[in-house]
């Protein structure tokens, strides 16, 4: 299972996963090594749902030249977007041209997330993946950090595990 947050504090931009994984023959748990949020350039793109979808953004999507232009809802909505979709086209899986999982992106552009039906929707706190609806309303509701956000949720959700370190995506107003 997986637990992804972005949120904006200050003028800056964080991201943080947790690091558990459930493999869907067997059921059994087990903890990544590395957490659930992909850096593409100047694009970092959290995901939940099938692994599949961490392998074609991983591995299918790196040698674009469009993570490296400036960051525009636009170029997420005109050129990230469609790439994700004709990649799990070729690797038919789609079900009912629905993406099988949710992506949280976090660039200078801002934080978005890609619904299910390839929806985008701009958004300065969000959670994907199981315990999102607690995880988001503790993001609205108070200041905690993205990984101290996934520590509270880990202690009422089975299927949410210890965070990875909190990720600093992007920073208005450097010093």
Request: aromatic content about 10%; some cysteine.
């Amino acid at each position: 299972m997986t637990l992804v947050v972005g949120k904006f504090y200050k003028d800056k931009l964080y991201m943080c996963s947790d690091r558990i994984s459930a493999e869907s023959d067997s059921g059994e748990f087990f903890l990544l090594n590395e957490d659930k949020i992909i850096q593409l350039g100047n694009w970092y793109i959290g995901y939940c749902g099938s692994y599949l979808l961490r392998d074609i953004i991983k591995y299918r999507l790196t040698n674009y030249k469009m993570f490296n232009k400036k960051c525009t809802k636009k170029t997420l909505i005109k050129k990230i977007v469609p790439e994700i979709q004709k990649c799990l086209q070729e690797e038919k899986a789609l079900s009912n041209s629905k993406i099988p999982g949710e992506l949280l992106v976090g660039s200078s552009a801002g934080l978005f997330v890609i619904q299910c039906d390839f929806s985008v929707l701009e958004i300065n706190r969000y959670a994907i993946g199981a315990g999102n609806k607690h995880a988001t309303s503790l993001l609205a509701s108070t200041n905690f950090s993205c990984e101290k956000v996934i520590k509270k949720v880990s202690k009422i959700n089975v299927f949410v595990s210890c965070p990875a370190k909190q990720r600093l995506i992007f920073e208005k107003n450097p010093k």
